[in-house]
């Protein structure tokens, strides 16, 4: 069976509440890792995922859940993994920004960097651009760690309300 515009939107339906199990508030799709639902060459449907990190270990677990939801709602479809162009920051939504800003991280600041010198760039753009606390919306903060929870997030402390606060870097 060919995969038809219908059978693509239950697709989209099934995986809609799936979202980063280390973010949980924020769809994989706000955040830019799901790319597309589209009909393979041979009509099963793909979906299409773009890795954040490489090698984030979230990275399996959110293939997992995709297929696990598929499974549930009787799909058979294929979850396809893209590469390139590769995932930035850039790519989360406006709303994905607030709810993490909600949730108690502060969105990337600034756009991303590209090439080699990303980790350069993070450091510069660190020095230069403040980050606000997501709690009290201090600019007052301060890195305390380039690796917060997981590899992904910096450590950020607030001078003001003293809590501490993982930064979603800019990527
Ligand atoms: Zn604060």
Redesign the pocket.
């Known amino acids: 069976m060919r995969a038809s515009a219908a059978n693509l939107d239950t697709v989209r339906a099934a995986i809609a509440h799936l979202a980063d199990p280390e973010i949980p508030v924020v769809s994989l799709s706000e955040l830019g890792i799901l790319r597309e639902v589209r009909a393979g060459d041979d009509g099963v449907p793909e979906v299409v995922i773009t890795p954040t990190y490489s090698g984030c270990p979230a990275m399996g677990q959110i293939e997992d859940d995709i297929r696990a939801a598929l499974r549930e709602a009787g799909i058979d479809a294929r979850v396809c993994t893209q590469l390139s162009p590769a995932w930035t920051t850039d790519w989360m939504s406006a709303d994905a920004r607030e709810k993490l800003r909600t949730y108690g991280i502060a969105p990337p600041n600034g756009r991303a960097a590209h090439g080699h010198d990303k980790v350069i760039s993070f450091a510069r753009r660190a020095a230069t651009q403040p980050v606000p ?6 600019t ?2 301060t890195e305390t760690s380039p690796f917060g929870s997981t590899a992904c997030k910096a450590l950020y402390r ?6 501490p ?1 993982d930064l979603f870097k800019p990527y």
């Open positions: 606390c997501p709690r009290c919306g201090s007052h903060t607030c001078l003001d309300c003293l809590e606060f």
